[in-house]
């Protein structure tokens, strides 16, 4: 047939623009997050109770944080979608009450005392060469 995709030689539309349209129906055709998160933001689960009817996408991103919390990058390779949609997923989770951003453990003024600390070293050395 001339119409088929084996007479033109190119593939159904399907085939190839999925994921384009799979992010934007995922997103609602947002953009943007409402909560600022970065790669490394840690998020742990929250109220289960607030997760029904969640989307496949949203199951696995909570999924992936009930042992331990994950950060931004780590969700997004496993629900295998792009960094800007894992980000909308999660901030939408954050508003429902099912995720919420994790606050640095007890150590991390161990790790603030240990970047200052690097910091006035970089400085005093810094200030020697110039």
């Known amino acids: 047939m001339a119409g088929t995709p084996a007479a033109t030689g190119r593939e159904p ?3 190839y623009d999925t ?3 799979r992010s934007y129906a995922i997103t609602g055709g947002r953009t943007r997050p409402r909560h600022a ?6 998020l742990e689960v929250g109220d289960l109770a607030r997760a029904a009817g969640m989307a ?3 199951v696995r991103a909570v999924e992936a944080c009930r042992v331990q919390p994950c ?3 780590e969700i997004a390779a496993l629900i295998g979608h792009p960094v800007g949609v894992t980000k909308i997923i999660l901030s939408d989770l954050v508003d429902r009450g ?3 951003m994790a606050l640095p453990g007890p150590g991390a003024a161990d790790h603030l ?3 200052e600390a690097l910091r006035s070293g970089l400085q005093t050395k810094l200030s020697d060469v110039a």
């Open 56 to 58: 496949p996408e949203a």
């Open 71 to 73: 950060s931004v990058v």
């Open 13 to 15: 539309w399907d085939t």
């Open 19 to 21: 994921e384009d349209v």
């Open 113 to 115: 005392q240990l970047l």
């Open 37 to 42: 998160m970065r790669l490394v933001t840690l």
């Open 98 to 100: 099912v995720l919420f």
